[in-house]
């Protein structure tokens, strides 16, 4: 049962009025008062434990203060370098209560990546979580000479705690508040570099407001019973990241949601059934390797369970496609519902309303997979650029070859060539010291995304490729790499692909094994994992997997010839972004001679 009209516009009209994030978050925190907000394990084999919105808010403006102490001035940045947890938050709003300017940094940079970034926006002061985390940014943080370091943990080196920190007045915030508007900076998120150097994109309160906005107009239509304040979210994409820092921590917190941090991606299941989310974001490349472990654990079920499993899939694919199925089918469906999609269900804690996928192009049998098993999917597409989402699908429309229709407060339109171009109130106020890259990407108050698409008869937003990434072979043919990589990562026994082919006759491509696959194969045949690079048989059922995908393309899209990777993809060695997005320029540097010599008498 939806919430009436009348307090639906009362609810989305508080977006266009909140002068700033910190005040939006007081509001919230003070009317939330002795109510569980924020949900973290205090030691990792324990339970969660909840922190109130009194809590909260009294931590939020203690180390506001603080930082004013430390000499922090309006308009400042502050470097944020932590994984997901109840200070980010804290710290995060904070800094901006302060007058500052919070940047976010990933966990996974190294000390270049953090000397990049706090040479790039001129922080003053760094606030680092732990350990491993906090070393690589403490060390840049030291070279650029900032003005203070302030750290989460007791280990984390940093000349302040937190603990320190917040245990001073906190009775009433500072006068800084009222200086702050929605057109001020609010922080600096700095783009994963898919194509060089990150560049620093700048984010007013208005823009993540504008989102914020957008995000409650679409949770109204997932509303069954509860209102908002219901609403649970299982926080699991790095916070550093626009979507997860908009979607998962500033929505959640203007609509009075709960907010539960995950423990990570080894956790992630566990975390699922303990959190009982009733919203989960995450990229794509997290819902394939899901994909891919339940398809690799229902092998080891009996065969009567892995028939009834393919049978819901097949029965729960036909209703989404056709959009009916026939009496008896009706009959078994139903049937199936409890014995098979109920416990798929039961998996992602049992009340979930719907999974977003952002971040990149979602597979389409990967989205109708989840589909077909009773879990509403939703596809959203957005750049950091637009604080950061665009448009979404919506209960009732889903096409999961689009990413839906424009949200509330967005226009869209396609230029000559097909890029998507995009306009409102939450796009950036340009790159950080970079107004030729700023005018080159924002022309005549139009965001050009890079992203090539088509509008479907419902306005559906469909994303072809990037505009920059596309592949024109020697006969002239238009290739998406992504469409063809994420067929490739379909499979159970690589975990990600790259496609090269500009200028080529056809298109070759550099694999990564997948991990778990290449252990539990190389111990079946008693070989070590560093041999299956050169081990024939390996190799042939890699090309049996490369088969099966080209079975699914186009021929101009079919991957003739293929290398297998020195090593994995990741974020260490720069081949990977924070967000689980291949860094083709970087990958294209390392392998390039490989790549070339793959044409060898073609």
Known sequence: MALPLSERETLLARYDVWPSLPAMALEMLEAGGDRPLLWHKPTRAGDYAPISHAEIRRQIVALAHKLIALGLKPGERVLLASENRPEWLVADVAVMLAGGVTVPAYTTN?????????????????????????????????????????????????????????????????????????????????????????????????????????????????????????????????????????????????????????????????????ARPTIMTAVPRLYESLYARILQGLKKEADYKQRMFHRALALGRKRIESGSLGLFETIENATLDLLVRSKVRDRFGGRLKALISGGAPLNYEVGIFFSALGLRVLQGYGQTEAAPVISCNRPGIVDLRTVGPKLLGVEIKLAEDGEILVRGDMLMDGYWGQPEDTAGTIVDGWLHTGDVGVFDAQDRLMITDRKKDLIVNAGGDNVAPQKVEGVLALSEAIEHAMVYGDRQPHLVALINPDPAFAEAWARDHGVEVEALRDNAEFRAVLQKAVDEANAKLATYERVRRFAIADERFTTANGQLTPTMKIRRRFIIEAYKDRLEALYGGA
């Open 110 to 274: 190294s000390v270049a990546d953090h000397a990049h970034v706090l040479s790039d926006s001129g922080a003053v002061g760094a606030i680092v979580s732990g350990g491993k985390v906090a070393a690589p940014a403490l060390k840049a943080a030291q070279a650029a000479n900032v003005r203070f370091t302030l750290g989460f943990d007791s280990d984390s080196g940093a000349d302040i705690s937190f603990e320190e920190a917040v245990a001073g007045d906190a009775t009433a915030p500072p006068s800084t508040l009222d200086a702050l508007t929605r057109n001020d900076l609010s922080s600096l998120i700095y783009t994963s570099g898919t194509g060089g150097a990150p560049k620093g994109v700048m984010l007013s309160h208005r823009a993540i407001f504008t989102n914020c906005k957008s995000a409650m107009d679409l949770v109204f239509d997932l509303q069954e019973v509860d209102d908002p304040k219901q609403e649970a979210f299982l926080s699991f994409l790095p916070l550093s990241h626009a979507y997860e820092r908009t979607a998962g921590q500033f929505f959640p917190l203007s609509a009075g949601c709960q907010i539960y941090y995950a423990e990570g991606i080894d956790r992630l299941a566990k975390n699922l059934t303990e």
